[in-house]
């Protein structure tokens, strides 16, 4: 079956790095995401990676894939008080039926 | 380019009310999905349309729920009675014809509050 698990609650310090962490059960995902949703907004596309990358940089964002333990990590550099955000981990098959399946989200909280 | 436009933003309603939700897709998009959001949960997916056509509609509770894209653009979700666990933002999605990664745009959502 489809299901995303991901850890509801982060706090981070301000500059350090966050890491946040997703396994996923369906091993013919095609496509995993990360996205990010603010208070009151709607949900906004961080990055996402093909499941044969075990690997993606994009400026102070990396994702890490492991689809052997079919583990999803998203790493913040750097963190900002902009980042303060829930932050979803999805995957899809990416075919025609690309019905994204999300997890629960983790909020990601900013120390001063 | 223009986003996925959905209205009302708000609405606040009684239960056994009913309410309907609008949303226009970007311009040229094939597939439009709805998708309901529960304080503290991800996104779930209710219907996915392919231009007028339902391909998706597993999760939806159709003895309260409908949904229509009669043109292939534009679509209504309706919710007749509403219940008090309907209470969630309603998010309406869009992509270009099934592309899957990347292609997908997400409205700012409307937010019910079913009392």
């Known amino acids: 079956g489809e299901d995303v698990e991901q850890s509801l609650f982060l706090s981070v310090r301000e500059g350090d790095s966050s890491v946040i962490n997703c396994t996923y059960t369906d091993s013919s995902s095609t496509y995993l995401y990360w996205y990010k949703q603010e208070p009151g907004a709607g949900l906004q596309l961080l990055t996402y990676i093909f499941s044969n990358m075990d690997m993606k940089q994009d400026q102070r964002l990396t994702v890490l894939l492991n689809k052997k333990d079919k583990h999803l990590s998203l790493r913040i550099a750097d963190t900002q008080t902009g980042d303060s955000a829930i932050y979803f981990c999805a995957e899809s098959m990416g075919n025609r039926d690309d019905k994204i399946i999300f997890g629960k989200g983790t909020r990601l909280h900013i120390l001063p | 380019e223009a986003g996925v436009a959905q209205s009302p933003r708000y609405k606040i309603i009684e239960k056994r009310q009913s309410v309907a939700f609008w949303c226009n897709p970007i311009s040229g998009h094939a597939t439009l999905y709805w998708y309901q959001q529960i304080l503290g949960q991800g996104p779930k997916l209710l219907i996915q349309f392919q231009n007028n056509g339902v391909v998706d509609d597993s999760q939806l509770p159709k003895d309260r729920f409908s949904a229509e894209r009669l043109k292939g653009v534009d679509s209504t979700l309706k919710i007749q009675p509403a219940k008090l666990e309907d209470s969630a933002v309603y998010l309406c999605?869009?992509?270009?014809?099934?592309?899957?990664?990347?292609?997908?745009?997400f409205g700012s959502g409307t937010r019910l509050t079913v009392v």
């Open positions: 999605a869009s992509s270009l014809s099934g592309q899957g990664a990347g292609g997908y745009t």
